[in-house]
């Protein structure tokens, strides 16, 4: 007899790898009936998935191998998000601990959030030129609104009862801080990190296809389509979706679990 | 000890200017053991936090000790009605932020509530009346002057509260402190108090104080505690008639 838990878990990966079987049957279908008498070749799975061996491999790809683009991305993207996390981090906690900046910001905070991301391009493009610049403004920008919001957000949402225990205990202000404010508010800040971490990732494969980076997987798919070379294109979106993935459901998840259980967050609301 | 001289609230609201307290006055001596009982929204708790320094009157004074009450501090040590314990903290964490001054162990403390062993818990690993007593035990730790407890066990069931209200009478005499006790209970305010204050509904002013023995052993449901609890809801009646408790 299997444990019944073991059995659930089973049963739930077969319908994961159920679901991702589907959609590549999808795509399969869709592939045939495009390349149904027509040039140019739209890639089925099979020929993505050994396109990317390929690369994988240490086929270059526009000048340089696909992992080294990976990376490049990857870092990119963290340079952009680590500065947003910092700034955002810091400046919701001041928004909301203190009403007057929060007033004061809160205006310009969901200005910037209203703004798509791509709508950066001509104000990067402005600013920094074609190049390095632009693309670590456009992640910085759309990455801060989040992080604020949801820092400021945790911050103002601590139960009163939390500060008064506090201020009747005598904590000093820093004490209040650190013990009591930050981790009260945890919760929502890595939230806040989290939607961050994927609109930057969203706009960073969109600002490197748009303002001239010479290297990064957003540059590979644009340049495939001036060379109709879709393979690699759809080799980088399957590395796109595996990163974001990644990070969701798996870097985030745990980090998520371990502080819920950490805050003991599960079962007091 | 703690001296409340006429003591007004006003508070505004979108109904206008909304006078929550009227001209209180009350002396508590060193081990009194004070209940504050009266109609919902008459504004025990509203005294109760002025007393803690949550709250400013918005006239008269209160005096700890003839030193007038600014602000909140660990000489006036609070059990909230709702969990205040931080979740993210093991219970020995939760006491260690009240024990910075003291030199007594967080053991100390833990046995006289009765949860000796529970050092590694986590908040939500304990039950409602147990959580109660961690607060408890967290604020004698702050050894303060005062003990303020506003509605300490309204969300526990009752036979629970009747435990912990045996356990709190039994502390209080040990450990020599002075309560004050906000209720809507008044079997309970009979049962620990050396004191009960009757307030009238908004706003709130004393209507009636009774002075109770405090030597006296009283038993939930006895005909004495039912003829002294009989009084006092008709004198609440007086002043209202559909009030509820």
Redesign the interface.
Known sequence: MMDRQVKDTILRVVRYIAGIGIIFLLWHIAAAIANYGREVYFPTPFSTLSGLMDYLKGKPLYGTGILNHTAISLIRWFKGFALAALIGVGLGIAMGYYQFLFDLFIPVVTFLQIIPGLAWVPVALLLFGLGEGATFFMIFITSLPPVIVNTAGGIRET?P??M??S?????KGMETFF??LI??S?LSIINGLRIALASGWRVLIAAEMVVGSAQGLGYVIIQSRWSLDFVSAFSVIVIIAAIGLFIEKVLFQIIEDKLRR???????L | MISIENISRTYRSKEGLIRALSHINLRVEEGDFISLIGPSGCGKSTLINMI???LKPSEGEIKLKGKPVR????D???V?Q???L???MTVEENLY??LRNSNRTVDYYLDIVGLKGFHKA???ELSGGMKQKVSIA?TLA?NPEVILMDEPFSSLDEQTRIQLDYELKEIWERERKTIIFVTHSIEEAIFLSTKVVLLTKRPGSIQREWELDRKKRWNFYSPEMLSLREEMKNSMDLCCKDCKL
């Open positions: 139960p009862v939390y008064r225990a201020r009747m205990m005598g904590l013990r009591i981790p009260a945890s950490r805050m003991g967050f599960e079962r007091i | 803690a320094g949550f602000k909140p501090g660990p006036r040590g609070v909230f709702e969990n205040s931080f979740p993210w932020l009240a986590y908040p939500h967290r702050l």
